[in-house]
């Protein structure tokens, strides 16, 4: 993957899914870094928003959507795993701190005696729902606002093709945020 995001520089015998083979320069490769530009750009300026406003990290705000989506609000560090949209790199140490603030707990899975579940907290859904306040409003600042709705709707359309784990449409209200 390295050729693909170094300006200028493609994978020798990389083809596209038509078949054609990728060559410095190539409009697609050019798409394909603007994308991963504009990704990075929004993250870091939603991770300024909340540590601006003295909220949590985006990564503990990644953590706590997925635990308030879960079944019961709780998840195995597997399934946490899995379901954060962010790195997965550091997650244990995340849940330890996040666990530290009274934001989840564990608990033993009932079936199974070496599995554990993280739960979350009461303080947790009101710390997330807090946070998600300027979190929104940066999503709708960066993206929702500079988009006429045509442009969005083909922008979810473009991003439900590539989704490798396609789901139904999200709403704030399915994050235990509504």
Not at 49 to 62: C, E, F, P, W
Not at 83 to 105: H, N, T
Request: net charge neutral; charged share 25%; hydrophobic share 40%.
């Amino acid at each position: 993957m390295t050729g693909l995001t170094q300006p200028g520089v493609a994978v020798p015998g990389a083809e596209s899914a038509g078949g054609d083979r990728l060559r410095p320069g190539d409009w697609r490769l050019s798409a394909w870094r603007s994308f991963l530009r504009t990704h990075s750009h929004i993250i870091k300026l939603l991770e300024q928003d909340l540590n601006g406003q003295k909220k949590i990290s985006l990564a503990s705000y990644d953590v706590l959507v997925q635990l308030a989506e879960a079944p019961g609000q709780r998840l195995r560090m597997s399934e946490l795993a899995e379901a954060v949209l962010l790195s997965r790199s550091g997650l244990s140490r995340l849940v330890d701190r996040l666990q530290k603030d009274g934001l989840v707990l564990r608990e033993p899975d009932p079936y199974d005696a070496r599995g554990l579940f993280t739960v979350l907290t009461d303080k947790g859904l009101h710390t997330l729902r807090d946070a998600a306040r300027v979190h929104l409003a940066g999503i709708s600042r960066l993206v929702i606002q500079r988009l006429s709705e045509p442009e969005l709707e083909q922008l979810a359309a473009l991003m439900a093709k590539l989704d490798p784990t396609p789901t139904a449409a999200e709403s704030p209200a399915d994050c235990g945020l509504g």
